[in-house]
């Protein structure tokens, strides 16, 4: 008993004294080894950091007086590079100065020859971050007016030439610990932003007809007793208010409409717009016709709701639209735009850094580990390891020997390689991709959306209900005809109708956007319902791409687990191969403090790493036996001069929340298919781990595309996740797709949806919802037709008076929004 | 009764200056980023230095 008692307080001592030995660095809140501590006075007290990267800005940002930034910050940053210590503009930023980078980057602005340039942020965590960049670029000589969109995280920064240069500011951006790089303002972009702005006015002027026209109408809402002088006057400036909205706020769905009708021949589909157009024309003409006349309804205050709650829901989709990146843009993030050219290789071994536009075919590029490829070609020197998983779905490192073909956007993650280059820009094998996401995008089925379905059927129905009372009409009573047509025609309550889809849709897609599901375009929701199929990718999506250290099997007797991953850490220490970082990352968990080696750690190119007696490396090369295990990421051993110590195994994760997500998938009859990129025999693996009946290994990006497209073409409804560029076509082509928000940025380019929770929990979550949506819409649309079916004859009957008729469209426009709100729940 | 025939064009001229407010503020661009002027009220770099208030305190 004792003895148990003694070692719960030691444990707790322990547990203290740790804690307190525990340094964090000041800055980037990482714990701080022992042997690296520096500390420096800032603001009168002595603050611990973990590197001189950490220690230069934040003496950057106290210097500015900007250290409120540390008390408002909601979560710490990542530890920087270590030469921003030095006040240098480092070498790959220099090349930003050079004339063909800097016209392509920068525009004259004002008549002082300033220049003006547009950043893009990286890192960005929180507001305050976004704040301390605007402040310090403020406080640099030179830099005339700073403009920071705190929704896109781009900055405008307009800078005398003369005093300072697009590299400085990028390094300046560099020093307080983000990224930025330059952004081609392309014409696109222009476009959006005016899209926008125009669509928003046209809703302002919309919203503003409408509460104008309404409190005209007020008194006949109410049924007060005014003398028709007045009536008049109301009446007139009704008109005059709704000729703004009908011309100006509903131009676009006219011209729609007009399109849409001339193309009638060709398509034999008539657009959403021409019963909004004709519903439209004929109120406006009738009302128009009644003022002139001075007897029946104005409809006015109808018109200018309608147009006002249409408008305002194509503005949400329209943002939501357009807050996805182009492909172009999201190319141009996957690739470096600066590279390392070799001069005279391989004569002298002299380095200069250039923009990667001006590279050409037959160069040669140096690229160190830890960067991007930025060019294809084909390896000369120095044998490597290149990630390509993103370009692939291949999830082990591939070896690479000389002459082995090498491609943009690939991490490069062993040695320092030396390149030949085949192809630069538009040729690479990434643009290539790039515009076979394009191409999908055209290809993609245009979704006829429930909504446009029933409201097609509804205004059929109301056009050839008003049009056959209307005769009946002409038969026995012409001078009551007209009257009729138009009252069944507006007596219809559009309201209810109009926003029956978008109040249900808007409530959850704030929904499902608090569960980490950002929409992008709008018929999610309704896709889900419909799906039959659906495709995922494996590495990245199923897993998590990454290897996790397993187990530690092997172990010699002697040796405790601890102490080997240690040893096995302290000789990967520094290196950038996924299993190293697995490595350091198990040793970092389990807080272990690795021991020094007596000597320097020596990299034996494809085989391993040796310090001293120890190596850690591959089992042919230890000379040690490797029990084959399928689907696992792959084993490491560690040897000494007397034999195997011990043999990490790896594993790769699958995704948090799987298990329960394609357990709703498979409650709902979907089928599942995992398509991947990877070699056969672990795509099936992971197939049978995860109880998926059909899969295909070894895809290229056009294959799986052609998967979608079988899929397809045999009338399956077809939703796909994933996340690498060879995911990028298939996501674009598939009738749903979501995006993995970690993955790169050119496969969220071609999805509809982009999961920014790294779970796949909020999926299955998303499912339930969809369902739900659907149930509401239906819902909304059956009470607002029931309603009309009531409203319609009442009033071809004159028992509705038109307050009365007010009051019932305001309820049951009210009812439709108030049981879309249940969705916000969910 | 009769104001009304002065007070309905007013109106209509209230309603176009409102209008016309609104094309200015969104050709300026001040719809542009809707989050951004929230949150860069509380970011403003105003608040005394720390030691002052200290120093105060201890009075």
Redesign the interface.
């Known amino acids: 008993m004792s003895n148990q008692m003694n070692e719960q307080i030691n444990e707790q001592i322990n547990e203290q004294m740790s804690k307190k030995n525990a340094l964090v660095c000041y800055h980037c809140s990482i714990q701080i080894l022992p042997g690296e501590l520096i500390e420096a006075e800032l603001g009168g007290e002595a603050r611990p950091f973990c590197c001189p990267g950490c220690m230069a800005i934040a003496q950057t940002i106290h210097g500015e007086g900007l250290e409120v930034f540390y008390a408002r910050r909601s979560q710490s940053g990542d530890k920087p590079a270590a030469y921003l210590a030095s006040d240098e503009i480092p070498e790959k930023l220099k090349p930003y100065d050079d004339p063909s980078l800097r016209g392509r980057f920068t525009r004259p602005s004002g008549g002082e020859g300033d220049l003006e340039t547009t950043l893009r942020l990286e890192k960005i965590r929180c507001a305050a971050c976004v704040w301390l960049c605007e402040q310090h670029l403020r406080r640099n000589a030179g830099v005339k007016d700073v403009q920071i969109n705190y929704v896109t995280q781009k900055v405008m920064v307009r800078f005398s030439p003369d005093k300072t240069s697009l590299a400085r500011l990028l390094f300046e951006i560099e020093r307080i610990g983000y990224e930025a790089w330059p952004f081609e303002p392309s014409q696109s972009l222009d476009r959006a932003k005016k899209e926008r702005r125009h669509l928003l006015l046209r809703l302002g002027v919309a919203m503003l007809g409408m509460m104008q026209v309404m409190m005209y109408a007020w008194p006949t809402y109410v049924g007060a007793d005014i003398t028709p002088e007045f009536e008049i006057l109301l009446g007139w400036t009704s008109w005059l208010l709704t000729v703004p909205v009908m011309v100006y706020s509903a131009g676009p769905i006219f011209q729609a409409a007009w399109r849409s009708v001339q193309s009638f021949k060709q398509t034999h589909m008539l657009g959403m717009d021409v019963p909004i157009a004709l519903a439209l024309a004929l109120a406006f003409i009738a009302g128009t016709i009644n003022l002139v006349a001075g007897v029946g309804h104005t409809y006015f205050d109808s018109i200018t709701m309608f147009v006002a709650f249409i408008l305002a829901a194509r503005y949400v989709e329209l943002l939501a639209r357009q807050d996805a990146q182009g492909g172009a843009e999201a190319l141009a993030k996957q690739l470096p735009a600066t590279c390392e050219r070799a001069l005279n290789y391989p004569a002298l071994q002299e380095i200069e850094v250039v923009p990667v536009v001006n590279c050409n075919p037959g160069e040669v590029l140096r690229v160190s580990p830890g960067e991007v490829v930025p060019a294809d070609g084909v390896l000369i020197e120095n044998v490597s390891a290149l990630d390509e998983s993103l370009l692939t779905g291949e999830s082990k490192p591939v070896e690479k020997k000389i002459g082995d073909r090498v491609y943009a956007g690939t991490h490069n993650i062993l040695n320092p390689l030396f390149m030949r280059i085949e192809a630069v820009g538009q040729s690479t094998r990434i643009a290539g991709i790039a515009s076979l996401l394009d191409q999908a995008l055209l290809a993609k089925p245009v979704m006829v959306s429930l909504a446009e379905k029933w409201t097609a059927y509804f205004v059929a129905f109301l056009l050839f209900g008003a049009f056959a009372s209307s005769a009946i009409w002409l038969y026995f009573d012409p001078s009551r005809a007209w009257t009729v047509l138009v009252s069944v025609l507006v007596a219809s309550c559009p309201c209810a109708l109009s926003l029956a889809v978008p109040t249900a849709m808007a409530a959850a897609q704030g929904a499902v956007t608090k569960l980490g599901l950002l929409i992008v375009r709008g018929h999610v929701m309704e896709g889900l319902v419909k799906a039959t199929d659906l495709v995922l990718d494996k590495t990245g999506t199923l897993t998590m791409g990454q290897p996790e250290l397993q187990e530690v099997i092997n172990l010699r007797g002697g040796y405790r687990r601890e102490d080997a991953l240690a040893l096995a850490a302290a000789l990967e220490a520094g290196q950038r191969h996924p299993l190293a970082l697995s490595l350091m990352r198990a040793a970092t968990a389990e807080n272990l403090s690795l021991p020094t080696l007596s000597e320097p750690v020596i990299n034996q190119l494809g085989k391993g790493l040796s310090s001293g007696e120890y190596r850690l490396g591959s089992a042919i090369w230890l000379e040690v036996e490797q029990s084959a295990q399928l689907g696992q990421y792959g084993q490491v051993h560690l040897a000494d001069a007397q034999g195997l110590v011990a043999s990490f195994v790896f594993l790769d994760t699958p995704r948090a929340g799987l298990e329960q997500f394609l357990k709703v998938v498979k409650s709902r009859k979907i089928a599942v298919h995992l398509v991947s990129g990877d070699d056969r025999a672990t795509v099936v693996w992971w197939a049978q781990h995860v109880g998926i009946q059909h899969y295909q290994g070894g895809c290229t990006p056009e294959d799986k595309y052609d998967y979608i497209a079988r899929l397809q073409k045999e009338n399956r409804f077809v939703w796909a996740i994933g996340d690498g560029v060879n995911d990028a076509p298939l996501l674009a082509r598939a009738d749903i797709s979501i995006a993995v928000g970690a993955g790169a940025p050119l496969a969220a380019a071609g999805a509809d949806a982009i999961l920014t929770a790294s779970s796949l929990e909020p999926l299955a979550k998303t499912l339930l919802l969809a369902d739900k949506t659907q149930a509401i819409i239906k819902e909304n649309l059956w009470w607002a037709l029931a309603y009309n079916l009531l409203a319609i004859p009442a009033a071809m009957m004159g028992l509705v008076n038109p307050w009365v008729a007010g009051i019932g469209m305001s309820l049951s426009s009210l009812a439709v929004t108030l049981n879309a709100w249940r969705l916000r729940k969910a | 009764?009769e104001s009304?025939?002065l007070l309905?064009?007013l109106?209509?001229v209230l309603?176009g200056l409102?209008?016309w407010i609104?094309?200015w503020s969104?050709?300026s661009g001040q719809?542009?980023?809707?989050?951004?002027p929230g949150?860069?009220i509380?970011?403003d770099?105003d608040?005394p230095?720390?030691?002052k208030v200290s120093e105060h305190s201890q009075k």
Not at chain 2, 31 to 36: K, N, Q, T
Request: charged share 20%.
């Open positions: 009764m009304l025939f309905i064009p109106s209509l309603v409102l209008a609104l094309r969104i050709k719809f542009d980023d809707l989050d951004g949150h860069a509380l970011m770099d608040t230095a720390p030691q």
